[in-house]
């Protein structure tokens, strides 16, 4: 889609939902081929620790998701009350059955389980969020396996809307575990010269307004406003932040989309974006996961 701006330069729209359908045909069509050829389905089990509104919708999304491309899925549902040792049997039963090539546990957590107890107990060679300690070590030293599914979303639409990265200026904003610093080191693979913009940065408009490539993945409403991006920038918003308007609850990213859009060439919106591309690298790393067994 491409949207004009007051000057009338066209700004294309990245559409994630659009990019996520391909994905997924292109995958389902691998999964496909692979059980012709007598190997495994892949299979996906997900953990789901409780009631939360949004960890129940992101899951059910998952799993429709997952059915779509041909996996055989399954969820594991524990009362919110369960202990500690009850979350860690399902996991380890997991690690153990040959018909589950990718584990994902929810988060978050209910606060009396240990997050990263559950995060390390998982076999590196499931571990579909790629936030095992291993796989995080595998990504900063070059030889990623399985990487955090949202960075390699956002990966895959700079990919196909840049081409080759090399070369350019890349900042992202935020430095977190899950995004900003798997982000980052994704980028320096595809040789880009990276920035790493976070709350204690001097300046960070300044620093932001050199990147060819801006990132934000922040959790605040709509900071990134015009003055932090050059022009021609392709912008991705990771951010995915609920405010109220007039009484109604609206999603709005790290970036404010209608400023920004009027100087960049290329954006995410939120909702739209990389949301949908989050879950669709959800089945490629469970695809992925399958294909490295068979090695
Ligand atoms: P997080 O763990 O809270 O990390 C936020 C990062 O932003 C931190 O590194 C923080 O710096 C930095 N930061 C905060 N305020 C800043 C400011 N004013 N200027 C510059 N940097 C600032 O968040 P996250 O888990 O990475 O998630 C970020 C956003 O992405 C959230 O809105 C989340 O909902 C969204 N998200 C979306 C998806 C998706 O699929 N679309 C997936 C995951 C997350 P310090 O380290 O100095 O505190």
Redesign the pocket.
Known sequence: MQIKTPTETPVKVIDGRQLADVLIEEMTQEVNERIQQGLSQPGLAVVLVGEDPASTIYVRNKIRCAEKAGLFSLVKHLDASCTQKTLEDVVVELNEREDIHGILVQLPLPQHLSEARIINLIDPTKDIDGFHPVNVGLLSSGQAKLVP??PL?CMEMLNREMGDLSGKHAVV????????KPMANLLLQANCTVSI?????LE?EALCRQADILV?????AE?VDKNWVKPGAVVID????AIDIDGKRKLV??VNFADVAEKCRAITP?PG???P???ACLIKNTLTAAKQRDM
């Open positions: 599914c949202t979303g904003i935020g430095r977190s575990n899950i995004v900003g913009v976070h709350s204690k940065t960070p934000a993945a922040v959790g605040v900071l990771v951010g995915i932040n990213g790290d939120v974006g990389v949301g591309m989050t879950i």
